[in-house]
């Protein structure tokens, strides 16, 4: 439906240079307390092998499931809370370093490598590497120390890296600043203001002479092509494999200026370095850096931490505003009136055959060059509107349609700078150019056509469209042209205009969208209908396969489009579906989607295969497509198992004693970015008939009988059609001790006497049973007939509220409709006539204009009080809608009691309602309609009769009665 766009929009398009530039916006999640990060500076960030994501924050260590991060602390072993370093060795193990000493941790349970009073203290920044599993370096009081074991089951112990021979070679190995471990195990440091490399026993020192400035060099990265990328507080340095010298990579202006050694960098899917600077994120790609800051939406403050995790996604550790993750990081980008468009509502966009991107908003017209990174505002005369513009189109000729809803249309050649422009009928709503460049006018009205090369622009007139509402089109293989309508499908094929029947359903409010598929099928999109998929035969439509899933049947479709791939497009007001041929895809704003609520026709598919969606918050570009299919692995990383406090190991059977406990089960998944449509499902063979599915990692079961148990569990992305593999638990509860043989026994050899003392408590609990029951019966039946009472003053209620209107008090409209069918079929029986008389008070919306709904409404009530007194008891009143009210008069003729009619309207318009201190003088027009015994009339007829002799009396000059029966019927009479 059209409303979406006024309720939701905001569409552009721009072809991007790579995939960062400065002017997008970007979609971020941030993690913070809400998912139980209760420290929200986070100083550093890693994913583990297992999947796994790990923070360090100023207050504690924090491990994420998927779904909530857990504090690691000194139950854990863990007795630090100011993190500053996490760091995976080569076997698997964690290291972290934290203000005061350095721990390693194994299983989630950490242990100090050194007593607290010779602990190595980190500092903002710090890093750690691993040569081998048995062979850690850490940085502390800007010493090299390195941490060694024997076996995997010995103690660390600590010594100095370097040798005091060494050392005084080297003096700038006296000042360490950070360290780094390659994929070669060549060692990288932060000595003194130089950069120092460590191959075997051999020590380079690169200066100045090799391209490093002289700094504090703080962090460093091998990137996936092997070159060794430096940073520092001002600098960034590169040197690629075999070069004598760093190549200067700096970024301007100065990269920080505030005081920190926390200046990492990471490597992305896309082989672009990120690292941060004050305004934001700085990005290497395509050999030059692109600063992305708050005007591509990161408005948090200074990031501290970087991370890229298994599946692509950046993760940003921030000062104050916990762990930001960008949303669809790489695929997802947004404009919006922050980078330059007239307004974030857009209505429709295109890029032209020169590369220029076209913005249709609610301001005004956008226009984005090829090249440029904002949008300017195109207004080069006055016959180009400054307001809404709701639609864009561009020719194969290279020339452009502009509308609006107001009916403006210009068409304008950019090549010449021509313009021509129309003023259309009001409610435009978009232009469509078939294959032979027709332009087609889609309005309120009506559709509207020109030929190509013509500046006339007619309306269609063809008893198919019957001046109803076009919404979209398309045009099939065979150049048929469909249209989506008010009040269904129409087809135009051979110069002939068809109307299109649904045999099994249709939208009760037309289609508003209409896409040809290749094999000549259509899929449908309805306001109230969702997505259907129908075959045409001649001019009746049928369901083809495949159809939408039965959930789909309540979306509101704003768009729905084919792209070259053959992929179906569904925007609707809770997300994008999209449809590959084999499986569905839901995208929404957890995906990187600007927005949930999408805009009827704000799609568009770019040359390169990119779409752009419109939003209420901007247009989303989403660039590579096939990713959203792309197959991914999910994993349960971790299942803690619980029964009572006793834990149940993953792969192993163990027997527990019979308990009451409850056994408890917390689940860990890998996909982050698909957390949003990941759910449980899990079962207990032999207990669980079917499986059964959470979204909550956390499953519970009560109270568990003895027995032999196996749980089977596996998380599934339902937006991927994703498994993980299954993981099984297996556990054993013996019996309670009274289903133990000896206790059966003993029980064995006092049944006898058991049995006849049981008989008589049972006899006498059996007589006080049947004694309290008989009482309760008593008791109940009186509830009974009360409760029966009340069942029927609220049905009686309840029958008065579903006939009559509230306003008034007289039969609504379904009510006084069945009594027109029942008087109707009395008619026919006895042959004694009947009339309906429609009755309007005239001019009613003045009343509601000079003195008020309220002052409308007690009118309203008044006409109805007087009209119950001006009829017979068994004449029937009732409000038909909004002031009109209908009467149905059994047993009156029209031609024989013309009198009848006219007391009736003194009765309720003769005199004036009194409102307070006001008086409302009011007309009223009444249409009458005879009804006497014709088998072949309806009650839709016999009604409306009476509501076109009301229409003959509005147009008489109102204030008057006029019939509408056979002609010896008719009376005419001017009251005014």
């Known amino acids: 439906m059209f409303s979406g766009r006024w309720f939701s929009s905001i569409l552009v398009l721009g072809q991007l240079a790579g995939v960062c530039a400065c002017a997008q916006q970007y979609a971020f999640h941030e993690d913070g ?123 660390w112990s600590i010594k100095s890296f370097f040798s005091a021979t060494s050392l005084t070679a080297h003096p700038q190995l006296n000042t360490i600043h950070s360290v780094y471990v390659d994929r070669n195990r060549q060692i990288w440091l932060g000595c003194g203001e130089a950069i120092c490399q460590v191959s075997g026993n051999s020590i380079k020192v690169w200066g100045t002479g090799q391209g490093v400035a002289a700094d504090t060099w703080s962090w460093f990265l091998q990137d996936s092509a ?24 700096d970024i301007s202006p100065a990269l920080v200026t505030y005081n920190t050694s926390s200046v990492p960098m990471v490597e992305d899917p896309y082989h672009r370095i990120l690292t941060r600077t004050d305004r934001g994120l700085a990005v290497w790609n395509q050999g030059r850096w692109q600063i992305l800051g708050a005007a591509n939406g990161l408005t948090m403050p200074g990031i501290v931490a970087l991370m890229v995790d298994q599946d692509g996604g950046l993760w940003m550790g921030t000062y104050g505003k916990g762990i930001q993750r960008w949303l669809g990081y790489g695929n997802w980008e947004t404009w919006a009136a922050g980078q330059g468009m007239p307004g974030n509502l857009v209505w429709s966009v295109l890029r032209d055959n020169r590369g220029t991107v076209w913005a249709a908003t609610e301001a005004g017209i956008g226009k984005l060059d090829r090249g440029a990174d904002r949008f300017v505002t195109w207004h080069p005369n006055s016959n180009v509107p400054r307001g809404q513009v709701v639609d864009v189109r561009a020719a194969p000729d290279g020339s452009l349609w502009f509308s609006s809803l107001r009916g403006e249309l210009l068409h304008y050649f950019p090549d010449s700078g021509k313009m021509h422009h129309w003023t259309m009928p009001t409610g435009w709503r978009q232009v469509w150019l078939d294959s032979e460049s027709r332009m087609w006018g889609l309005a309120n009205s009506g559709l509207y056509r020109a030929e190509k090369g013509s500046n006339q622009i007619v309306k269609v007139h063809d008893p198919a469209l019957q001046d109803q509402r076009i919404s979209d089109a398309c045009e099939d293989p065979r150049h048929g042209i469909w249209f989506a309508s008010k009040t269904g499908i129409l087809r135009f094929s051979s110069g002939t205009w068809s109307r299109i029947e649904l045999s099994s359903q249709g939208a009760e409010d037309g289609f508003v969208s209409v896409a040809c598929a290749a094999d000549g099928t259509l899929w449908l999109g309805g306001a109230s209908t969702g997505i259907l998929h129908v075959a045409v035969q001649g ?60 805009n009827e026709g ?98 519970q079961y009560s109270a568990l009988p003895d027995g032999k148990f196996q749980l089977e569990l596996f998380a599934e992305d339902t937006g991927q059609n994703v498994r993980s593999p299954l993981t099984v638990l297996s556990f054993r509860i013996r019996p309670p001790w009274w289903k133990s043989i000896p206790f059966l026994l003993t029980m064995a050899a006092l049944l006898p006497a058991l049995a006849f ?87 009613f919306k003045k009343i509601n204009d000079l003195h008020g709904h309220v002052a409308g409404d007690e009118v309203l009530r008044e006409l109805a009080r007087r009209l119950t007194g001006a009829i017979r008891p068994y004449d029937s009143a009732g409000r038909y809608g909004g002031e009109e009210f209908l009467l149905i008069l059994p047993g009156i003729d029209g031609c024989r009691d013309p009198e009848r009619l006219s007391l009736v309207h003194n009765a309720i318009c003769g005199a004036p309602i009194r409102i307070g201190n006001i008086e409302v003088s009011i007309t009223c027009s009444l249409g009458a309609s005879l009804f006497c015994g014709d088998s072949a009339m309806t009650v839709e007829t016999f009604i409306d009769r009476a509501d076109k002799a009301l229409y003959k009396a509005k147009d008489g000059g109102r204030n008057r009665i006029e019939f509408e029966a056979h002609p010896l019927a008719v009376h005419k009479r001017n009251l005014g």
């Open 757 to 843: 003392a049981l008989q008589r408590f049972r006899e006498r609990s059996l007589r006080a049973r049947q004694a309290a029951l008989e009482a309760l019966v008593r008791e109940r039946t009186e509830e009974l007939e009360n409760e029966k009472q009340q069942l029927l003053d609220a049905r009686e209620a309840l029958r008065e509220q579903a006939t009559h209107d509230g306003l008034t008090g007289l039969l609504n409209h379904g009510a006084i409709h069945e009594v027109v069918a029942t008087e109707m079929a009395r008619s026919r029986r006895d042959g004694t006539p009947l009339m309906a008389v429609m009755i309007d008070i005239d001019h």
């Open 226 to 249: 092997g070159r060794l990328w430096a940073r520092s507080y001002h600098h960034v340095r590169q040197l690629t494999l075999g070069a004598e010298r760093f190549a200067n990579e």
């Open 539 to 598: 001019t009746t439509a049928t369901l083809a396969k495949p159809q939408p899933p039965p959930e789909f049947s309540g979306l509101e479709v704003m768009f729905l489009v084919r792209d070259h791939r053959g992929w179906l497009w569904v925007g609707t007001g809770s997300g994008v579906y999209i449809f590959n041929g084999n499986r569905w895809r839901h995208v929404t704003k957890k995906d990187g989607l600007t927005w949930d609520d999408c």
């Open 33 to 155: 307390e809400a998912e139980g990060l209760n420290s929200l500076t986070v100083n550093c960030l890693l994913q583990d092998r297992a999947g796994s994501v790990w923070a360090g924050t100023e207050n504690g260590l924090y491990v994420s499931d998927g779904s909530i991060y857990n504090r690691i602390g000194a139950a854990e072993g863990l007795l630090d809370s100011y993190i500053l370093s996490i760091y995976e060795d080569a076997s698997g193990e964690m290291w972290v370093g934290t203000a005061n000493n350095i721990y390693h941790g194994r299983a989630r349970h950490f242990s100090a490598v050194a007593a607290a009073s010779h602990g190595l203290p980190g500092a903002q920044g710090q890093q750690l590497g691993s040569i081998d599993p048995g062979h850690v370096l850490v940085e502390s009081q800007h010493r090299l120390f390195q941490l060694m074991r024997t076996s995997p089951q010995a103690s």
């Open 602 to 699: 704000a799609f568009f598919e770019d040359t390169d295969g990119s779409v752009w969606i419109g939003t209420p918050d901007g247009l989303s570009h989403l660039l590579h497509p096939e990713d959203l299919f792309k197959p991914y692995a999910l994993r349960i990383i971790d299942v803690h198992a619980t029964l009572g406090n006793a834990s149940i190991p993953v792969g192993s059977s163990i027997t527990f004693p019979w308990t009451r406990e409850p056994l408890r089960v917390h689940m860990a998944f890998s996909a982050f970015e698909h957390r949003s449509s990941i759910v449980y499902r899990y079962r207990i063979v032999g207990l669980d008939r079917e499986w059964l599915t959470s979204k909550n990692p956390d499953l």
